[in-house]
């Protein structure tokens, strides 16, 4: 069974940073697009960045410029480097595989002034 397991997640103020990781298991990372998503209540599900298979990366305009996604193949890890963060960025961050819909748990990232 393909899963996704975020972690990382957690409470900080305005203009600090977070790094969010995505272990994925039963199916090799190095084959696949990843992404990361992001959903608050009473609104849909958003890409936040994606990275290919050969590495070209594309980020939301909200994000582009603080947030980088990067892959290790070889530990089956996908990590989202979120700096500058700003209160519009609180919502539950899922990681995402292009591959049957897998998306992990989510989990919470709550910025703060």
């Known amino acids: 069974q393909v899963q996704l397991v975020e972690s990382g997640g957690g409470n900080v103020q305005a203009g600090e940073s977070l790094k969010l990781s995505c272990r994925v298991s039963g199916i090799p990372l190095s084959r696949y697009k990843a992404g990361w998503y992001r959903q608050v209540p009473g609104k849909e599900r958003e890409v936040v960045a994606d990275?290919?298979?050969?590495?070209?990366?594309t980020y939301a305009e909200s994000v582009k410029g603080r947030f980088v996604i990067s892959r290790d193949n070889a530990e089956d890890m996908l990590y989202l480097h979120m700096n500058n963060l700003k209160p519009e960025d609180t919502a539950v961050y899922y990681c995402?595989?292009?591959?049957?819909?897998?998306w992990g748990r989510g989990i919470q990232v709550t910025v703060t002034e």
């Open positions: 990275i290919r298979v050969d590495g070209i990366t």
């Open positions: 995402r595989l292009y591959w049957g819909g897998s």
